[in-house]
């Protein structure tokens, strides 16, 4: 069976401080990998989304950035953090575009 | 125009009512539906998919597809207080890979 892995479950950061969140999926190949973000509230903002390894599309202009390295291994990253990155970052993959997205247990983020 | 629009305020239904919920897509050319339910502080996780028009019942729930005019509901039968929480809309366009979501529609169960 397929499972996906998110952590860290919490992150408190300064505002300008680095980030690197990290999403691995397990028993399956070339899946769509998505990264969404939660403000407090709100609904799910699509980030970022990769068709497979180096392929990425970003949804959002902002100083955030995401890296496939590996067919399972999709990660979120900035340099500078603001007050504006806190939120609920959920990571998600499906195995076609039609077909039904998984979620991670996601990453709670607080910039301070 | 919102890709994806869930309008209601929050939804308060007592125990054993029926719940329905709306959802309105802007792409014409949208291909799968989904419906997702998110506790408070956790994932969301899926409740339906449905690609044709017409209805879709899984146990309590029915999910109802109308694309001529673009929208996708979700009614949950014998409502439960299990059942609160917030329901979120999900589509897929035509020739992409992108899934967006509406802002969700929170539901309160009342024993």
């Known amino acids: 069976s397929q499972t996906i892995h998110q952590w860290p479950a919490t992150l408190v950061q300064p505002v300008g401080s680095p980030l690197s969140l990290e999403c691995t999926v397990e028993?399956?190949?070339?899946?769509?990998l998505y990264w969404y973000r939660q403000a407090a509230g709100r609904g799910l903002q699509l980030l970022f989304y990769?068709?497979?390894?180096?392929?990425i599309s970003s949804e959002v202009p902002q100083n955030l950035s995401a890296s496939r390295p590996q067919d399972r291994q999709f990660i979120l990253s900035s340099k500078k953090l603001l007050l504006s990155d806190s939120g609920f970052y959920l990571c998600?993959?499906?195995?076609?575009?039609?077909?039904?997205?998984?979620f991670g247990q996601g990453t709670r983020l607080t910039v301070v | 125009q919102k890709e994806v629009e869930q309008n209601s305020g929050p939804l308060s239904v007592p125990e054993g009512a029926i719940a329905s919920l709306n959802c309105t897509y802007s792409?014409?050319?949208?291909?799968?539906f989904f419906w997702y339910r998110q506790y408070s502080g956790k994932s969301p996780e899926l409740i339906m998919s449905?690609?044709?028009?017409g209805d879709k019942e899984d146990g309590r729930f029915t999910a109802q597809l109308n694309k001529a005019s673009q929208y996708v509901s979700l009614l949950i039968r014998d409502s439960q207080p299990s059942d609160s929480a917030t329901y979120l809309c999900?589509?897929?366009?035509?020739?992409?890979?992108?899934?967006?979501f509406g802002k969700g529609n929170q539901v309160v169960v009342i024993p």
């Open positions: 792409d014409r050319v949208s291909q799968s």
């Open positions: 998600a993959w499906r195995i076609h575009k039609n077909t039904e997205a998984f």
């Open positions: 999900a589509v897929t366009s035509y020739g992409n890979n992108r899934l967006a």
């Open positions: 028993g399956t190949s070339n899946p769509n």
């Open positions: 990769s068709v497979g390894i180096g392929q």
């Open positions: 449905i690609y044709s028009n």
